[in-house]
C-alpha cells in the first residue's frame, strides 16, 4: 500500500526541531555523496509558470529515495503545488506520496533557518524579511528555534502580504515594522532574508551594513536573481551546490564563476570552513534547494506516519498485476 501525506498529515507528523536536526545531518552526510544532485526545468507556453523535476533525493542512511515535481506559478496561491513520490531503494516500490508545497516550504525554510543562525552575526534580535510568502516565513518559524529573534522589519512589494504575515504572528510577542522599500530593509537589519520572484537585482553592496548577512532564497532558477552581481563578488558567498549555483542558481545568472563561491553549506556545519574570517565581512547564503532535502523530511514523515497510524492508505495495482507488464 502507498500513504498518501497531506499538508493536514505533514502538520502533525513534522516538527521544526525534528526537521531541522535532520537537515543539519543531511548537509553533513551529502558531501560525500557520489552522485550529483540533478534537475530538469521546463518553461510552460503561454504562462508565466515553470514546472520542474527533481530526481532522485538520495541520502546515505536512508534505504528510500524521493522524486520530486513541481509546479510553479507566481500569481498563484499557493505559487508551488506538486508532489514527492517517496520510494523504497531495494525494490522501488512506491511508499508515500506527499504534498510538495508542505515538503518545499518546510525543507527550503528551515534550511535556510540554518544557515542564517550559522551565518549571520551573533546576538542580532532583528531579522530583516523581503517577500512575505511561506517559504520567509517557515524560515523565521525555523530560526525562532535555533536563537533569540525580538524584532522582524518587513517589505513585500504587495504590502497587504507583509500586513498579513505580521497579523498571523501576533501572538508571538515579536515587534513588527513594515517597510516601504528593499533597502530600508538591508539598512536597518543585520540578518536579511530574501525570497521574491525578482528577475532583477533588488540589492546592492552599498545598501548593507558591515558585518551583515543575507539568506537569498529567490535565485533558484536561472535568471531569477535578488543580489547585485558586484554585491555577489565582494561577499562572502555560501551555495548549497556548487554545480547547480552555476547551472541555475545566482553564481551563472550573475556570470560569476564557481571559485566566486566561499565554501558549501555543509562546510560551514561540519566545521571545515569558517562562517566569517572577518566580523566586518558581509555573508551570502544562495541556495538552489537539494533533491535530498526532499528525502530527508519526506522519509521523516513517513516513518512517523507507520508509528502513529497517519495517512490514507491507498493500492494503485491489483494485487494480479503481472510483474514485468508495460
Same mark, same amino acid.
Given at each position: 500500500m502507498t500513504v498518501l501525506l497531506g499538508a493536514n498529515e505533514l502538520q502533525q507528523l513534522l516538527t521544526p526541531q525534528a526537521a531541522i536536526r535532520a537537515l543539519r545531518q543531511g548537509f553533513v552526510t551529502a558531501r560525500s555523496a557520489e552522485a550529483s544532485p540533478q534537475r530538469i526545468r521546463q518553461n510552460l507556453p503561454s504562462s508565466p509558470g515553470s514546472i520542474a523535476v527533481l530526481l532522485p533525493g538520495l541520502l546515505t542512511g536512508i534505504p528510500a529515495y524521493t522524486v520530486k515535481v513541481n509546479a510553479k506559478f507566481p500569481d498563484a496561491d499557493p505559487a508551488i503545488s506538486g508532489i514527492v513520490c517517496l520510494h523504497d531503494l531495494r525494490t522501488g516500490k512506491l511508499l508515500a506520496l506527499l504534498d510538495s508545497a508542505f515538503i518545499t516550504a518546510w525543507r527550503t525554510g528551515l534550511s535556510a533557518a540554518l544557515a542564517t543562525d550559522l551565518l549571520s552575526p551573533a546576538e542580532t534580535p532583528t531579522v530583516g524579511?523581503?517577500?512575505?510568502g511561506a517559504q520567509a516565513d517557515m524560515t523565521l518559524r525555523g530560526l525562532t528555534q535555533l536563537r533569540t529573534v525580538k524584532r522582524v522589519v518587513i517589505h513585500d512589494v504587495a504590502d497587504e502580504r507583509a500586513h498579513r504575515m505580521a497579523e498571523a504572528w501576533r501572538q508571538s510577542g515579536l515587534e513588527w515594522?513594515?517597510?516601504s522599500s528593499a533597502q530600508e530593509v538591508a539598512r536597518n537589519c543585520e540578518s536579511v532574508v530574501t525570497a521574491t520572484w525578482s528577475r532583477h537585482p !533588488? $540589492?546592492?553592496l552599498a545598501d548593507f551594513l558591515p558585518g551583515s548577512h543575507i539568506t537569498s532564497l529567490g535565485a533558484d532558477e536561472p535568471g531569477k536573481a535578488e543580489?547585485?552581481?558586484q !554585491? $555577489?563578488?565582494?561577499?562572502?558567498v555560501i551555495v548549497d551546490d556548487l554545480d547547480l549555483a552555476m547551472t541555475s542558481g545566482a553564481?551563472?545568472?550573475a556570470?560569476?564563476?564557481?571559485?566566486?563561491a566561499t565554501a558549501v553549506l555543509g562546510q560551514i556545519i561540519d566545521g571545515t570552513v569558517p562562517a566569517r574570517t572577518d566580523p566586518g565581512q558581509v555573508t551570502v547564503y544562495t541556495p538552489v534547494g537539494l533533491p535530498w532535502q526532499d528525502l530527508a523530511l519526506s522519509w521523516a514523515a513517513y516513518q512517523a506516519a507507520a508509528h502513529h497510524g497517519v495517512g490514507v492508505d491507498f493500492q494503485f495495482h491489483s494485487l494480479s498485476t503481472g510483474e514485468g507488464s508495460i
Open positions: 524579511i523581503i517577500g512575505a515594522q513594515i517597510v !533588488l $540589492l546592492y543580489l547585485d552581481a !554585491l $555577489l563578488r565582494r561577499a562572502r553564481l551563472g545568472t556570470g560569476l564563476q564557481r571559485d566566486d
